[in-house]
């Protein structure tokens, strides 16, 4: 009987000492992974031992059962929770090109304190997948516009460094001429990683590696905008002989927002204006479009065109109205008027020297799929909208009625020339300087 319970004994300890040394095998295992993780560039590693996975974004070793003399050992769970940018991994500049939907954003920038914006969303979504290497300011961040508030895109251009899986000697640190040859093979999936976690109406068309010395904004050759509109009963005609003043070198100070804090020349440089139909129509009304091309526009420039362009178009002002308003010795204070409405408005595209973006036929295949399956969805919203149309109760005989069904208002037109004028560039001046003197004597 003592045997027995000798040969039970020894076969315990037996069975201890061999999940001892188990244990210690699988804390060796797991420390040799975390030093593989924080060394390793890539988001995730899958080592092929005993069923392992570690995920850098959200770290978590969890292991298979390991059964042991009819016993079960279950492997030590380690979590670790990382944010925010990454900055011991490979880097290059690259340029992406965004599309966006503006109507729920307030605008392209973060600055204004007013979220959401497209891009406090494209920076939580380069978060989430860890391709930032540093802050916004060491990023060498430039954006090529700042679209208004309801302002879509699809052709927007943004650079910074994102994190690369290929190595430093290989990433772009030289010139135009370099960067253009380089190979993308074998580089992180920048569109399919980030469209993955973007919001629906935020999608990266492309990305394209570029040198160091380049800016979104300042090596822009060209932007050019379109706004859409229904014909009705505008006279395109007019709209057209007017919008083609616009073309060539102007001040327009009559035509913008002006900021005198921050803009001192109003000169910008059109390069071609047309208006063209689009291929819808609604209720016997075609789409058209105002397509507007120059080097670089002011604050709200495109909306104030295409208002006083809608007052020429109405039969309100006449075509010479451009002349006058073009001409700042004659007119050195902007007439008061509402500008066009922002959501026609999109951002069609904006050029640069060289710059060709790539797109993997999967993230490109993904993004066509996504953009259909939106577009039918809004083909129902406006087939429902349509029924509901239909659906109202006749108006009143009394009610005086345009072709399209929409009532009538009768309002006065007080020409552009009749109207309240702000202050002029020189006015706005004079009142800061006077405000900064002010403020030194109070200092």
Partial sequence: MSEDKDDIVSSLHSQIESLQNTIKELEAANANLMSQVSKCSCGKIEEKLDGLVLDSTNLAVEGSKTKTKGRKLRKTKVVERVTGTVNHHFKRYVALKVMYFGQRFYGFASEAQMEPTIESEIFTALEKTRLLVADR?????????????????????????LRSKLKESSTNNGSEEDVRGEQVEGEIDYVRVLNRVLPKDIRILGWC????????????????????????NLNLVAMESAGKKFVGEHDFRNFCKMD??????????????EVSPCDMRFE???????????????????????AVLFMIGQGLESVDVIDALLDTERTPRKPQYTMAPEIPLVLQSCEFEGLKFTCSSDAGQALRVHLQNECQMYQLQAAIFHEALLS?????NDQSLLKNGTVKKKTSHILLFSRPTEPSYEERCAKLDSKREVEGHIG
């Fill in 137 to 161: 300011k060491e990023s060498q961040y430039s954006r090529c516009g700042r679209t208004d508030k309801g302002v879509s895109s699809v052709g927007q251009v943004i650079a910074l460094y």
């Fill in 209 to 232: 590696p570029v040198p160091i010395d380049f800016s979104a904004r300042f090596s822009c050759l060209a932007r050019e905008y379109k706004y859409f509109f229904w014909r009705e």
């Fill in 260 to 273: 005198a804090v921050n803009v001192h020349n109003y000169k910008r440089h059109v390069t071609s204006f």
């Fill in 284 to 306: 016997g009304h075609q789409l058209h479009a105002i397509k507007i091309r120059g080097s670089a526009f002011l604050w709200h420039q495109v909306r104030c065109m295409v």
């Fill in 392 to 396: 109202c109760l006749p108006l009143a």
